[in-house]
């Protein structure tokens, strides 16, 4: 008998490519079954999306094609946003996506899209496809969000910013203004159209996999599969089958400069700063980060982007990373921390035994590669669902403090920067005890889940005898 085939389709941006690719080698690795991923580029061939490919390829768990790249200029408007313009790219893919299976020798039987792609799904059973599901490389609250955004599209009326009490999910935690994914914060941009879309997209796949794990979101899977058929949250099956994180391996390029320096720090004394792939602050927020970091006393590792309002354009991105600093910063804290700007290896630096703390944007990827190391984490939430993330992480799961308001929304002063840090790496109070007591619980958790008869590993068996990947 032919070994089972299951096709990813990843979605444009390494955000979306690189979870989708873990989870090919996950699939491939745990279940040994035929992997292919139909890559969507951003199509200016960005170096980082083609290293992960190359990265994932040498792995040999997977077969990567990046399909062609399509036009979808007379698809929307001039000043569509990025989101309006990857759904839109999704669904123009559709033929190329069907010429695509149609010249596989060995045809996949199953599909798995991320939320961007559900607009292909309709195309799995035309290519000939058994089955299709959605991978939500995020967690249970935020499948829970999206899903119920085509019913509060109908109920609530103007912004929802504006209304007076939070949002209600049954069974879950409510959504205050400040969870909001910023997406949905205006309603008549076409942006927030394409995220109703895609809630109302998710019941006509045969089943969800998020990226999450029972022991540390059970509540919320149970609110989202629990009641009868008209009243459940999720109309279809949802397997936890986290935590999958980028692994450590050739993505990683070694930058020796980074190890040499963690290798003399002492346990658990550096706090790591990094801010995803895209964050960037402002030139004011640049520098009291930095004075706070100062004024913290621990020792830190600072991925620093170019700040966001720098003004003089002629400069390079290092030169205007280096003059955003406060004066003398550089020699004052050398020796105590180090200031990078180029791409880090973070899956090795938050593995890495003298990081204590992880100031961080709380990108999924970047909370689990931190929580799955018991790294607590303060949360500085910058775009995307990053805020309903530092929620969950202070609120619920207790392994993260977070700033008094929200970055971005006004500047996080120095002193408030300089009291956190010290809070979770130099363990002050009770609450930076108990934040470090719990990221360690969750390590532990995030370990069990994989091990044979964790309950990860079960949901991916489960949900591979339903789709008929494994017998
Ligand atoms: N990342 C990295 N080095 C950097 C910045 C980011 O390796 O200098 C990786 C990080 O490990 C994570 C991903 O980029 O795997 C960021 O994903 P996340 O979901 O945290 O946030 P996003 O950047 O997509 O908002």
């Not at 879950?172 to 400040?178: F, M």
């Not at 006509?204 to 990226?211: I, Y």
């Not at 204590?356 to 590669?369: K, N, Y």
Request: include cysteine.
């Amino acid at each position: 008998m032919d070994q089972p085939h299951a096709l990813l389709v990843a979605s444009p941006g390494l955000g979306h490519l690189i979870p989708m690719l873990e989870l090919g080698n996950r699939l491939s690795s745990v279940l040994n079954v035929k992997v292919t991923v139909f890559a969507v580029t951003t199509g200016s061939s960005s170096p980082t999306e083609s290293e992960a490919m190359h990265a994932a390829a040498a792995r040999g768990t997977c077969e990567i094609t990046e399909l062609p790249p399509v036009d979808i200029d007379h698809l929307v408007e001039p000043d569509a946003t990025v989101v309006t313009k990857i759904f839109a790219k999704m669904r123009a893919m559709k033929p190329a996506f069907q010429d695509a299976v149609k010249s596989m020798n060995r045809k996949p039987t199953v599909l798995v899209v991320d939320f961007f792609g559900t607009g292909l799904m309709s195309a799995a059973d035309e290519a000939g496809l058994t089955a299709k599901y959605l991978y939500v490389p995020s967690h249970a609250w935020f499948l829970a969000v999206i899903v119920t955004l085509p019913v509060w599209d109908k109920v609530v009326e103007g912004e929802y910013v504006d209304i007076k009490e939070p949002l209600k999910i049954p069974g879950c935690r409510p959504v205050g203004p400040d969870d909001l994914l910023d997406t949905i914060l205006d309603r008549s941009n076409h942006q927030y159209r394409e995220c109703v879309r895609c809630g109302e997209e998710v019941p006509t796949s045969d089943g969800v996999l998020v990226n999450t794990w029972e022991e540390l979101q059970g509540n919320t899977l149970a609110a989202l599969r629990e009641g009868g058929e008209s009243s459940r949250v999720m109309k279809v099956p949802v397997y936890a089958i986290g935590p999958n994180i980028r692994s450590k391996g050739p993505m990683e390029k070694p930058n020796s400069m980074i190890f040499e320096w963690l290798d003399k720090q002492d346990a658990r004394s550096v706090v790591y700063v990094c801010l995803g792939s895209g964050g960037a602050l402002s030139f004011e927020q640049t520098v009291e980060l930095a004075w706070g970091l100062e004024l913290s006393g621990q020792r830190f590792l600072w991925v620093l982007r170019r700040p966001t309002s720098y003004l003089v354009a002629s400069s390079s991105d290092e030169d205007q990373v280096s003059e955003s600093l406060p004066e003398g910063f550089l020699d004052r804290t050398s020796g105590v921390g180090l200031v990078v700007t180029q791409w880090a290896p973070q899956v090795e630096i938050l593995s890495h035994g003298s990081i204590g703390g992880f100031l961080s944007h709380c990108g999924w990827s970047s909370v689990l590669e931190s929580l799955t190391n018991g790294v607590p984490i303060v949360a500085w939430p910058l775009y995307a669902e990053q805020w309903m993330n530092a929620t969950l992480l202070t609120e619920e799961l207790g392994v993260a403090v977070r700033t008094s308001e929200l970055p971005g929304k006004g500047v996080i002063g120095r002193e408030e920067v300089a009291s956190l840090v010290r809070k979770i790496v130099a363990e002050e109070d009770e609450e930076g005890r108990k934040v470090r007591a719990k990221a360690e619980e969750v390590k532990v958790s995030s370990e069990r889940a994989w091990t044979q008869g964790g309950s990860s590993r079960s949901s991916l068996f489960e949900w591979a005898k339903r789709c008929g990947l494994v017998a």
